[in-house]
């Protein structure tokens, strides 16, 4: 099973707020998933952003691969450079 880090979108119409996932590969967007990772909020000024870093970087330490946004916001909260260091070990 490939094990995608990716967002899924939550709100009501025209306000926009996205959950952080873990879930397969092959479901759809707001489908089944593994497990919640955190949430974004682009609404905010600044955007609002709540990760898990721990979750983050065990999923990854796993082998999960993430979008090119979540990759994105794993960089401004830290997750990546957890796990590029982590990995470098």
Sequence with gaps: MA???RLTRIGKTKQPY???IASDSRTARDGAFLEILGQY???LEPSGLNIDN???VAWLMKGAQPTERVRKLLEIS???AQFTAARGK
């Design 3 to 5: 094990v995608k880090l």
């Design 78 to 80: 830290g997750a990546w």
């Design 41 to 43: 909020n682009p609404r």
């Design 54 to 56: 721990d979750k983050a």
């Design 18 to 20: 996205y959950r952080v």
